[in-house]
């Protein structure tokens, strides 16, 4: 399973650091180190949105325009995890982060093949 953590209340402009571990179990014989993974975050009412994305070796990141120069993405293949670094946080980035794992590091959720259960990200005015 993948499991996020990190979440929580915080002022605007403040940071926070999002986690998520991976369990080799949910990858049916493949390795973490092999898939894509992406951040996405949902607000009730609204569509899942593409957040970040991170290749399989970290080679290459890809960022919504929203949150470009404010949050980074990264992982650790040695410890199974993923990481979303937000600093210079807004309200509207208020929302439910999620992690997935995919074949891709894409902006569509459709080709993200586990997804984790999500934590709740609130940024106070």
């Known amino acids: 399973q993948l499991v996020e953590s990190g979440g929580g209340l915080v002022q605007a402009g403040g940071s926070l650091r999002l986690s998520c571990a991976a369990s080799?179990?949910?990858?049916?014989?493949?390795?973490?180190?092999?898939?894509?993974m992406g951040w996405f975050r949902q607000v009730p009412g609204k569509d899942r949105e593409f957040v970040a994305s991170?290749?399989?070796?970290?080679?290459?990141?890809y960022y919504a325009d929203s949150v470009k120069g404010r949050f980074t993405i990264s992982r650790d293949n040695a410890k199974k995890m993923v990481y979303l670094q937000m600093n210079s946080l807004k309200p509207q980035d208020t929302a439910v982060y999620y992690c997935?794992?995919?074949?891709?590091?894409?902006?569509?959720?459709?080709?993200?093949?586990?997804w984790g259960q999500g934590t709740q990200v609130t940024v106070s005015s």
């Open positions: 080799e179990r949910i990858f049916s014989g493949r390795s973490f180190s092999s898939f894509a």
């Open positions: 997935a794992a995919g074949n891709v590091a894409t902006v569509l959720g459709a080709r993200y093949d586990y």
């Open positions: 991170i290749t399989w070796n970290g080679g290459s990141t």
